[in-house]
C-alpha cells in the first residue's frame, strides 16, 4: 500500500503528539494510523457483536 502524507492542523498535531507520547511511537503519521486502526477495530467489534455474552439455548430438537 502506497505511504500517503497528511497535513495536520495545531489542534491536530497536539491530540495526535498526546497519543504518541503514551503509546511509545515516534511519529504522528504513526499515532494517527494507530486512531485509525483502533476506530476500525472498535467499530468491527460493535458490527459483528462480538463480547457479547453467549447463552446456551435449550429446548426441544424437532
Known amino acids: 500500500m502506497p ?13 495526535l503528539d498526546a497519543v504518541r507520547e503514551r503509546e511509545g511511537l515516534e511519529s504522528r503519521q504513526q499515532a494517527a494510523e ?14 459483528t457483536g462480538r463480547g457479547r455474552a453467549l447463552y446456551q439455548v435449550t429446548g426441544e430438537r424437532h
Do not use: G, P
Request: glycine share 0%.
Open 3 to 15: 505511504e500517503q502524507t497528511i497535513e495536520f492542523d495545531e489542534q491536530t498535531a497536539a491530540v
Open 34 to 47: 494507530f486512531l485509525l486502526r483502533t476506530s476500525i477495530r472498535e467499530s468491527n467489534a460493535r458490527l
